[in-house]
């Protein structure tokens, strides 16, 4: 079954320093979606991703986060200088015809900044 | 901001036994689905729930969408310890994005 596969599983990275988070979504696929869960904490919506440009993006997406189709396959989630407050967990998700139809989730990047 | 309150948050049972737990919200989505996470994995869609009132089974489990489309329940019959594990509730309101709620954390013991 084809699935959303995210590299790598864990970064670290230091305060300040910039990060890009991978995802290769499910290929027939048309929406995309980030997604973070801090420890213990609920999944957060942070943006989602139709026809090579935001659709629509969480109060959490400010001007440090972008996102990035850069070829036919990838999606990036770029955070430009991170925070400790950005240590979480990252999921990637696609869909076929947006939220209303099933999410397919990846099994997350775990950013720790430090 | 559309929240969704799950409970119990924390639910320990023995093998065999049945349980069920409840997703409830003032907001009316226009579908509802319920997911599956593992530590250290993406959340698992196990399913979609659109119309008020419906309910559907996945073999053991049964899920049930409000009349009004603002809560929900999944109940497990007989629960197996491979039942174990955190249920989640999400909700889409129309607009891009699904709202999840905290979570079920279940754990059945043999």
């Known amino acids: 079954e084809p699935e959303v596969t995210q590299t790598p599983s864990h970064q670290v990275t230091q305060m300040g320093q910039e990060v890009i988070l991978r995802c290769v979504p499910i290929s027939n696929h048309l929406y995309f979606y980030w997604y973070r869960q801090i420890l213990g904490q609920k999944v957060e919506f942070l943006v989602s991703?139709?026809?090579?440009?935001?659709?629509?993006k969480s109060e959490i997406f400010d001007d440090q986060f972008s996102v990035e189709r850069p070829d036919g396959s990838n999606f990036t989630l770029k955070i430009r200088s991170t925070k400790l407050e950005d240590s979480a967990m990252y999921f990637c998700?696609?869909?076929?015809?947006?939220?209303?139809?099933?999410?397919?989730f990846g099994n997350g990047t775990r950013l720790t900044v430090t | 901001t559309q929240l969704l309150e799950q409970s119990p948050q924390f639910l320990s049972i023995q093998e065999g036994e049945n349980l069920t737990v409840y997703c409830n919200s003032s907001s009316v989505f226009s579908s509802l689905q319920w997911y599956r996470q593992e530590p250290g994995e993406g959340p698992v869609l196990l399913v979609t729930v659109v119309t008020g009132g419906e309910v559907k089974k996945l073999k053991r489990l049964t899920f049930q969408f409000g009349d009004a489309r603002k809560d929900s329940s999944l109940h497990i019959t007989a629960a197996q310890p491979g039942d174990t594990g955190l249920y989640l509730c999400?909700?889409?309101?129309?607009?891009?994005?699904?709202?999840f709620g905290k979570g079920n954390q279940v754990v059945v013991i043999p």
């Open positions: 999400a909700g889409a309101g129309g607009n891009n994005r699904l709202a």
């Open positions: 998700a696609s869909s076929m015809t947006g939220s209303n139809s099933p999410l397919h």
């Open positions: 991703f139709y026809n090579n440009e935001i659709s629509e």
